[in-house]
Nanobody, 120 residues
């Protein structure tokens, strides 16, 4: 199983970026997908998480600016980031809570990380 993220880059304050992450492999069911981020010198933190058939949660710092969405058919999660601030600068990691068929197990999977830099 692999999570492949893309879409990071350099943007000015107030700008927008869209991150994408596709899960591939022997996936039986996606329980949840989302995004975490880690800024230099800080711990990894939750940005947004979408639980299949249930709730979506956002970090307070991004609520109203970021929107998470999913394409269930493609096992893909997106993060639309608007009105970006300098403090949004971080490496963003895609996350998946997946049930796989080979082996038949439920595990957390992480993408490779994509850097978002917001310049002032």
């Amino acid at each position: 199983v692999q999570l492949q993220a893309s879409g990071g880059g350099l943007v000015q304050v107030g700008g927008s970026l869209r991150l994408s992450c596709a899960a591939s492999g022997t996936i039986f069911r996606v329980n949840a997908m989302g995004w975490y981020r880690q800024a230099p010198g800080r711990q990894r933190e939750l940005v947004a998480l979408d639980t299949t058939g249930s709730s979506t949660i956002y970090a307070g710092s991004v609520k109203g600016r970021f929107t998470i969405s999913r394409d269930y058919a493609k096992n893909t999660v997106y993060l639309q980031m608007n009105n970006l601030k300098a403090e949004d600068t971080a490496v963003y990691y895609c996350f998946g809570d997946l049930l796989t068929t080979t082996p038949y197990t439920r595990e957390d999977y992480w993408g490779q990380g994509t850097l978002v830099t917001v310049s002032s």
